[in-house]
């Protein structure tokens, strides 16, 4: 089966531009996570759907950030305006389920983001 | 709120040593743990996971145990091998799929 997509793969902008990530989930994934990944830190969890309902947005910078999940497929995050911390790996993840302890999590490769 | 800690890497053994990658946690109720892994150049993968106390997760002859008592759960495994060389992560997540926490990581290098 087709793994989880994210495009693109690098992006490098100016401090205030705007940018925007996609991700694709495995099919039949009800549950998608997006992550920020910080050059030695682990991923951190930016906001969780379920469907395309918002299940946990705590940890997103709402003023800058945003995402949207559309008819419960693909998703979008979209930084405006960058600032230099935004510098990271977008990580994108998808699971079958979230209940009951028996889930597990599939990773994109992820999206370089260098903020100049 | 939940949190992970992990030992410091990095840490370089050579072949058929023994390993041990240490993991603590701190969670309201009983959260699932998990241990995931990067190999270089790849995406993160699940390497095994726990649900409940006492339950042994394994996989590739990595285990870790989920020890209530001492909210830990720690990565062993007997004989590493070149190929296991990655960044090993610690994380956790509660039973409903929700409140995913990652620790920072364990950088593993194996050599010949």
């Known amino acids: 089966e087709a793994g989880v997509a994210q495009s693109p793969r690098y992006k490098i902008i100016e401090k205030r531009q705007s940018v925007a990530f996609w991700c694709n989930p495995i099919s039949g994934h009800a549950t998608l996570y997006w992550y920020q990944q910080i050059l030695g830190q682990g991923p951190k969890l930016l906001i969780q759907f379920q469907n395309n309902g918002v299940v946990d947005d705590s940890q997103l910078p709402k003023d800058r950030f945003s995402a949207e999940r559309l008819k419960g497929v693909d998703s979008t995050l979209k930084i405006q305006p960058a600032k230099l911390e935004d510098s990271a790996v977008y990580l994108c993840?998808?699971?079958?389920?979230?209940?009951?302890?028996?889930?597990?999590?599939?990773f994109g490769p992820g999206t370089r983001l260098t903020v100049t | 709120g939940n949190s992970v800690t992990q030992m410091e890497g990095p840490v370089t053994l050579s072949e058929e040593a023994f390993l041990t990658i240490n993991c603590t946690y701190t969670a309201t109720g009983y959260p699932s743990l998990f241990w995931y892994v990067q190999y270089p150049g790849e995406g993160l993968q699940l390497l095994l996971k726990a649900t409940k106390a006492d339950d042994k997760g394994s996989n590739k002859g990595f285990e870790a145990t989920y020890r209530k008592e001492t909210t830990s759960f720690h990565l062993e495994k007997g004989s590493v091998q070149v190929s296991d060389s990655a960044v090993y992560f610690c994380?956790?997540?509660?039973?409903?799929?929700?409140?995913?926490?990652f620790g920072p990581g364990t950088r593993l290098s194996v050599l010949p």
């Open positions: 993840a998808s699971s079958l389920t979230g209940t009951s302890g028996n889930y597990e999590q599939y």
């Open positions: 994380a956790l997540g509660n039973n409903y799929g929700q409140n995913f926490v």
